[in-house]
């Protein structure tokens, strides 16, 4: 009964919003707003029964148990266990009733404190839960269209759309208890502040979009914040460029490019000093350690991904044409060992036609002064190659690829849809 109640319960929280937030929205953009929500809740159903049944298990096996039996400790002494999940939450040292899964202070530890706050909420509904976590991640998506909705001509407005809402990788593996969810949709809050605050100069409401964007993907997926950072700096300059100039010409506003520059180098220093791991001095050895322990791992979707010895960032870029074509285009169908990675195969495919169809009708010259047209697909674009190097140089599996590249996913598509001609 706690299943059944839970689920209906959230999911009419997320028909509500949709109602409110599709109000003043155009009948088309509502529309895909409901596709998007019903698609969230689909997949989420789907997800835990193919982790159940197919998957044989995983990290949502491992949030939901041990976020249940911390649970149990909050509902019997929440004054007592409430502020202990809250500090594991966030990532601070915390004092626990029971030895969990997970070093200490880090996104698996804060994902099963999520968990936890969840099943209470839920009365132990697995169900319940990955709805509300599919449901942020769609609240990530909302923030993405309202920053984007007003860059594009009207002309493109579906496949606008389609990129934001329905990319079907970017929907699926983020309608469960993933970290993908979480990161997702701290990322939309994000870019909803960076809009505020490039295009709207609204300063304080953008600051706390940001912030509170920011430390949502700092307890999920840490490392999407130095892409974002340094889009960030690159969307601020594009735009006021354009706006004073009507052009982009870095000679021409030295400054400018300066200050962007400065800007998104304190801010990778400064979240290398919050997460030393993913500082840039230990970036090339933290691609080594995960490049040799994939390596340790047999399995039918297992490929090799640089030198495991080269240590040095320097050496691990040498592989970064490599990690950044993995990234973009991999799993090829005939790469494909079974049904979801055909289905991931299949989506690369319409990628791979959809850069076929642009360069074709473009050519290189033609889609970059299209793209550079516009500081929104600029800040896109700029996002989408730092993230896919940085995934692409860590993962050696083709399943952990499809599912680590989602964040970058409805981005990729915007980049793509837009740049594709239209039909004449």
Same mark, same amino acid.
């Given at each position: 009964?706690? #299943?059944?109640?839970?689920?209906?319960?959230?999911?009419?929280?997320?028909?509500?919003?949709?109602?409110?937030?599709?109000?003043?929205?155009?009948? =088309?953009?509502?529309?895909?707003?409901?596709?998007?929500?019903?698609?969230?809740?689909?997949?989420?159903?789907? *997800?835990?029964?193919?982790? #159940?049944?197919?998957?044989?298990?995983?990290?949502?096996?491992?949030?939901?148990?041990?976020?249940?039996?911390?649970?149990?400790?909050?509902?019997?002494?929440?004054?007592?266990?409430?502020?202990? /999940?809250?500090?594991?939450?966030?990532?601070?040292?915390?004092? *626990?009733?029971?030895?969990?899964?997970?070093?200490?202070?880090?996104?698996?530890?804060?994902?099963?404190?999520?968990?936890?706050?969840?099943?209470?909420?839920?009365?132990?509904?697995?169900?319940?839960?990955?709805?509300?976590?599919?449901?942020?991640?769609?609240?990530?998506?909302?923030?993405?269209?309202?920053?984007?909705?007003?860059?594009?001509?009207?002309?493109?407005?579906?496949?606008?759309?389609?990129?934001?809402?329905?990319?079907?990788?970017?929907?699926?593996?983020?309608?469960? +208890?993933?970290?993908?969810?979480?990161?997702?949709?701290?990322?939309?809050?994000?870019?909803?502040?960076?809009?505020?605050?490039?295009?709207?100069?609204?300063?304080?409401?953008?600051?706390?979009?940001?912030?509170?964007?920011?430390?949502?993907?700092?307890?999920?997926?840490?490392?999407?914040?130095?892409?974002?950072?340094?889009?960030?700096?690159?969307?601020?300059?594009?735009?006021?460029?354009?706006?004073?100039?009507?052009?982009?010409?870095?000679?021409?506003?030295?400054?400018?490019?300066?200050?962007?520059?400065?800007?998104?180098?304190?801010?990778?220093?400064?979240?290398?000093?919050?997460?030393?791991?993913?500082?840039?001095?230990?970036?090339?050895?933290?691609?080594?350690?995960?490049?040799?322990?994939?390596?340790?791992?047999?399995?039918?979707?297992?490929?090799?991904?640089?030198?495991?010895?080269?240590?040095?960032?320097?050496?691990?870029?040498?592989?970064?044409? =490599?990690?950044?074509?993995?990234?973009?285009?991999?799993?090829?169908?005939?790469?494909?060992?079974?049904?979801?990675?055909?289905?991931?195969?299949?989506? /690369?495919?319409?990628?791979?036609? $959809?850069?076929?169809?642009? =360069?074709?009708?473009?050519?290189?010259?033609?889609?970059?002064?299209?793209?550079?047209?516009?500081? +929104? *697909?600029?800040?896109?674009?700029?996002?989408?190659?730092?993230?896919?190097?940085?995934?692409?140089?860590?993962?050696?599996?083709?399943?952990?690829?499809?599912?680590?590249?989602?964040?970058?996913?409805?981005?990729?598509?915007?980049?793509?849809?837009?740049?594709?001609? $239209?039909?004449?």
């Amino acid at each position: 009964m706690n #299943e059944i109640l839970a689920s209906i319960g959230w999911i009419g929280i997320g028909a509500m919003a949709v109602v409110a937030i599709g109000r003043n929205l155009p009948q =088309l953009d509502r529309k895909y707003l409901w596709y998007c929500f019903m698609a969230h809740v689909a997949s989420a159903f789907i *997800l835990i029964w193919l982790t #159940e049944h197919f998957f044989d298990g995983g990290d949502i096996d491992v949030y939901y148990y041990y976020g249940e039996a911390l649970a149990e400790y909050v509902r019997n002494n929440p004054r007592r266990w409430g502020p202990e /999940m809250l500090r594991l939450m966030f990532q601070f040292d915390a004092e *626990l009733p029971m030895p969990i899964f997970g070093t200490p202070g880090s996104s698996t530890t804060s994902m099963i404190a999520m968990s936890c706050f969840m099943m209470v909420l839920n009365a132990g509904s697995e169900f319940g839960t990955g709805i509300a976590f599919s449901l942020l991640a769609f609240t990530g998506q909302v923030g993405m269209y309202f920053a984007f909705r007003n860059h594009f001509p009207p002309a493109y407005r579906t496949r606008f759309l389609i990129a934001i809402f329905l990319v079907p990788s970017a929907v699926f593996w983020t309608s469960g +208890v993933v970290k993908e969810a979480v990161a997702l949709g701290g990322m939309g809050w994000m870019i909803w502040g960076f809009h505020r605050w490039i295009v709207c100069h609204k300063r304080l409401s953008a600051l706390i979009w940001i912030a509170v964007g920011g430390i949502t993907v700092a307890i999920s997926k840490a490392y999407v914040l130095f892409p974002m950072v340094v889009g960030a700096g690159i969307w601020w300059f594009w735009h006021h460029s354009l706006a004073t100039k009507g052009q982009v010409a870095i000679a021409s506003k030295p400054l400018h490019m300066a200050a962007a520059c400065v800007a998104a180098v304190v801010g990778m220093f400064g979240l290398g000093e919050l997460f030393p791991q993913y500082s840039i001095q230990s970036l090339g050895e933290e691609a080594a350690e995960l490049q040799e322990r994939g390596q340790r791992t047999a399995g039918g979707s297992t490929f090799e991904m640089g030198d495991p010895t080269e240590t040095s960032l320097a050496g691990q870029l040498a592989f970064a044409p =490599l990690a950044i074509f993995s990234s973009m285009f991999r799993p090829l169908i005939i790469e494909a060992h079974h049904a979801v990675a055909a289905v991931n195969g299949l989506e /690369m495919l319409v990628v791979k036609i $959809l850069w076929v169809k642009t =360069l074709y009708n473009r050519g290189i010259r033609g889609t970059w002064r299209l793209l550079r047209s516009s500081p +929104v *697909l600029v800040f896109c674009m700029v996002f989408v190659l730092l993230f896919s190097l940085g995934v692409g140089l860590t993962t050696t599996n083709l399943g952990t690829l499809s599912r680590y590249r989602v964040p970058m996913m409805p981005m990729y598509l915007l980049v793509l849809l837009m740049a594709v001609p $239209l039909k004449k």
